[in-house]
């Protein structure tokens, strides 16, 4: 009986929950898809940080973890410019716990987990030689995956996929602090985690990403063509896999055009906020 009810209450949130509207406010970068959002926000929260967590006391047991003071001081400068102006998109963002370490590694990548929980790797500095502006197109975009909450929607369709909505519900429907149901967080944990990485981001949230990533450039005065340069350096760089900022585009070169098209539309608004 009890059970019964408890699918039924999941049920009526998930009902409410599918009828999420967009997570961010529009803007110039006119980004206002409504998105499937099954996952409870907290669960994406608690995913994310026991999963980067876990990702920092790594770096720190291999001793790579934000060896160089200066290049993290740069990292972290950068990002609270970009977080700074975070509230075109949405209210809430700038008194999220952001996080920003620089891990040392041959990688040219960078992420930003749900929540605020960024990782520059130092391949993605020293290798392409990055300018401030170039760094500011990577870390813009990162976080304007986090700002559209991306990962939480791609966990939600996975667990969907993976579970079916009933099993969903019920494994929402037992969040009473049980010991099934810890387990069945924990799980979820590990779930989450895995996901977060394995599934990579859509062509959609991608441009959505690079749309609003150019426009939080722009407002912290970093020159948002800089994404064009940035891409450039990446391609030139053939040997590994590609980095998030690269993936999913089959077309390097249409992604290009896109970045410079869109980043025309906001010349203006980073010339009045550039520095000096
Ligand atoms: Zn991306």
Not at 61 to 67: A, H
Not at 102 to 118: D, H, Q
Not at 217 to 231: D, E
Request: charged share 25%; aromatic share 8%.
């Amino acid at each position: 009986m009890k059970y019964k009810r408890n699918i039924y209450i999941a049920l009526t949130i998930l009902t409410i929950l599918f009828g999420c509207t967009s997570t961010t406010k529009k803007s110039d970068s006119e980004v206002d898809r409504i998105q499937l959002m099954i996952l409870p926000e907290y669960m994406a929260l608690d995913m994310s940080q026991s999963g980067y967590t876990e990702i920092l006391d790594n770096a720190k047991k291999d001793g790579i973890l934000n060896t160089d003071i200066l290049q993290v001081e740069r990292v972290r400068e950068i990002s609270y410019n970009l977080i700074n102006q975070t509230y075109i998109f949405r209210d809430d963002a700038q008194d999220w716990n952001w996080e920003i370490n620089v891990i040392e590694s041959e990688l040219i990548n960078a992420f930003c987990m749900p929540g605020g929980k960024i990782v520059v790797y130092s391949g993605l500095i020293n290798k392409l030689d990055t300018t401030d502006d170039e760094l500011a197109a990577v870390i813009g975009h990162e976080i304007a995956h986090a700002l559209r909450e991306h990962g939480r929607e791609r966990m939600s369709s996975a667990l969907v996929q993976q579970v079916g909505i009933l099993g969903f519900a019920i494994f929402l429907s037992n969040q009473d602090g049980s010991f099934l149901s810890k387990q069945a967080i924990l799980q979820g944990v590990a779930l989450g985690t895995t996901l977060f990485f394995a599934l990579p981001n859509s062509r959609e949230q991608e441009r959505e990403a690079d749309d609003m990533g150019l426009e939080l450039t722009a407002l912290a005065g970093y020159n948002p063509m800089a994404a064009v340069s940035l891409w450039r350096k990446m391609d030139a760089q053939s040997d590994s896999q590609p980095p998030e900022f690269l993936s999913t585009h089959p077309s390097n070169e249409n992604r290009i055009e896109d970045l410079q098209i869109e980043a025309k539309k906001y010349e203006k608004l980073y010339k009045e906020n550039k520095k000096n």
